[in-house]
């Protein structure tokens, strides 16, 4: 059974940095490309940028574009979002997921096995 679990989510203020991590286990990811996504309340949830298999590749959506960085670690079978710069709207909570369809979407649909998600709240 896959699963992954988010860690990391807090409670920030407006200007600041925070790490997010996603462990993946029950079975290995490290050819597998990753994202993350984020919800915020009343809103659909919304990619946030997927992380090639080797990790050396990645992409975003504008919104965080130059203030968040997504990272791979192939030995530990985690991936890392670190959010800089953060700002009240990006309060929400922060899923992540494997990509099971082609590289380059921000499709929900094409991500799968989500984990339970780590809340991010940015106060002003």
């Known amino acids: 059974q896959v699963q992954l679990v988010e860690s990391g989510g807090s409670l920030v203020q407006a200007g600041g940095s925070l790490r997010l991590s996603c462990a993946a286990s029950?079975?290995?990811?490290?050819?597998?490309?990753m994202g993350w996504f984020r919800q915020a309340p009343g809103k659909e949830r919304e990619f946030v940028v997927a992380?090639?298999?080797?990790?050396?590749?990645?992409y975003y959506a504008d919104s965080v574009k130059g203030r968040f960085t997504g990272s791979k670690d192939r030995a530990k079978n985690t991936v890392y979002l670190q959010m800089n710069s953060l700002k009240p709207e990006d309060t929400a909570v922060y899923y992540c997921?494997?990509?099971?369809?082609?590289?380059?979407?921000?499709?929900?649909?094409?991500?799968?096995?989500w984990g339970q998600g780590t809340q991010v709240t940015v106060s002003s």
């Open positions: 992380i090639s298999g080797s990790g050396r590749n990645t």
């Open positions: 029950g079975r290995t990811f490290s050819n597998n490309a």
């Open positions: 997921a494997v990509l099971y369809g082609s590289w380059g979407s921000q499709l929900e649909a094409d991500f799968g096995s």
